[in-house]
């Protein structure tokens, strides 16, 4: 079994900044890919980040957060970090961890339980 912990999130002022940490952990032979979904209030979840792990790694963004949010990663730790800057109120959201697990043969995607971001003044 594989555990997403996150930590960060919480409530800033528009113009504000937060960190977003995710780290896996358990039966882990190799992680494909981690990265950010949100789900705004009355809204569907949508991707915001996401970072791959292989060699060569290549980062991805919604259109509405270039340049304000960065995704980064620590393949030692399992660990990815989404750094968001310059936070708009349609920001706000529950922002949810996902990562790709390659695990006993078999990819596999596994969710964290979601840490609220809330962008208001």
């Known amino acids: 079994q594989v555990q997403l912990v996150e930590s960060g999130g919480g409530l800033v002022q528009p113009g504000g900044s937060l960190r977003l940490s995710c780290s896996a952990s358990?039966?882990?032979?190799?992680?494909?890919?981690m990265g950010w979904f949100r789900q705004p209030p009355n809204g569907p979840r949508e991707m915001v980040a996401y970072?791959?792990?292989?060699?060569?790694?290549?980062?991805n963004y919604t259109d509405s957060v270039k340049g304000r949010f960065t995704i980064s990663r620590d393949r030692f730790k399992n660990t990815v970090i989404l750094q968001m800057n310059s936070l708009h109120p349609e920001d706000t959201a529950v922002y949810y961890c996902?990562?790709?697990?390659?695990?006993?043969?078999?990819?596999?995607?596994?969710w964290g339980q979601g840490t609220q971001v809330t962008v208001s003044s």
């Open positions: 996902k990562s790709s697990v390659y695990s006993a043969g078999a990819s596999r995607d596994y």
């Open positions: 358990g039966n882990i032979f190799s992680v494909n890919y």
């Open positions: 970072i791959r792990f292989g060699v060569g790694f290549s980062a």
